[in-house]
């Protein structure tokens, strides 16, 4: 293991605007972050150059150890300006090995900084495949019992691949800029067409994806501002917050979900979706600041499990 070039954090600044080591800098101890293959091991693609494509040394993601309020855990934060933070085989290995090392070192927690537009369509079959490893291996942290924390406040949401692996998580941590869904808007246009989902259309695509919506919902447990303090707190307090890994909990879970497709399958739009669920002026919900909203959405979700 090897340190990394020390980086000034960025205190309150925007995670959403930061690189990926700007935002390891901000989230974690000063002075703790030890970085796993950096830049300077000049692990690359073996794919991207062959196509005459430009290659990142660490592949776009960022992985090591760090410290949160004196607590060991292990990272990996993918860089928003590399192709998208898309997952090709060094990428996903990366990723792998990491959750791997969890396991068997059992740390405080594994952190999560996803910003992905899902599989590197240049290393499609790699791509597909690191996919499987990744999710194989956070059930195994999961099952050492390591909570697994996913922060989605990214520019390039969390598409793909790693949006189911997101929900395979112990927690999903999102900011109102944050969005999560299995496939992204251009790709639902691309197939469906614009009458069935227009990508230019961002309102429609932050009600339908955004953070506030995955949150009324329940799909992300943690809902924080735009600020690297607000966005540590949220993940240290759910460190020791393990989910139980069981048969029984999947079995609830497909119970919920079946729940939601009976009380929300004809819905049009996510506005629809919250008034169903009692929000009373649901077409203000966008308009909401961080503090109103969450007050809001936990009375609704209090009374969803009462």
């Not at 941590?173 to 969005?179: A, H, K, L, S």
């Not at 299995?182 to 309102?203: C, L, N, T």
Request: proline share 4%; with cysteine; net charge negative.
């Amino acid at each position: 293991m090897q340190a990394s070039t020390t980086m000034p954090g960025i205190g309150a600044g925007s995670y959403y605007e930061a690189t990926a080591r700007q935002r390891v800098a901000g989230l974690f101890d000063a002075g703790s972050v030890q970085e796993i293959l950096p830049p300077q091991a000049r692990v690359t693609s073996p794919h991207l150059g062959t196509l005459g494509l430009p290659v990142a040394f660490d592949d776009g993601v960022m992985i090591g150890s760090a410290q949160l309020n004196g607590r060991t855990v292990l990272f990996a934060a993918q860089e928003p300006a590399f192709m998208g933070g898309s997952v090709g085989e060094v990428h996903g290995a990366k990723l792998t090995g990491l959750l791997k090392r969890a396991a068997q070192r059992k740390p405080d927690a594994v952190v999560l900084l996803w910003d992905t537009g899902g599989v590197r369509l240049h290393e499609a079959n790699a791509g597909l495949i690191a996919i499987s490893e990744i999710q194989r291996a956070v059930f195994e942290a999961r099952a050492a019992g390591v909570p697994v924390i996913v922060v989605c406040a990214g520019g390039n949401g969390c598409y793909g691949g790693l949006g189911i692996v997101a929900r395979c998580c112990d927690h999903i941590v999102i900011t109102e800029e944050g969005r999560h869904s299995v496939s992204g808007p251009e790709v639902i246009e691309s197939q469906k067409g614009v009458e069935e989902f227009d990508a230019m259309d961002r309102a429609l695509v932050w009600r339908t994806m955004g953070g506030k919506h995955r949150y009324l919902l329940g799909e992300a447990g943690s809902f924080a501002a735009d600020t690297m303090g607000e966005l540590r707190q949220a993940v240290a307090a759910l460190l020791d917050q393990p989910v139980a890994l069981t048969l029984e909990a999947v079995q609830r879970e497909h119970q919920a979900l079946a729940r939601r497709l009976q009380r929300f399958g004809a819905a049009q739009d996510a506005i629809e979706i919250w008034s169903a669920l009692g929000v009373e002026q649901p077409a203000d919900v966008p308009m909401l600041d961080t503090a109103a909203f969450v007050a809001m959405a936990d009375a609704i979700r209090e009374r969803a499990d009462a």
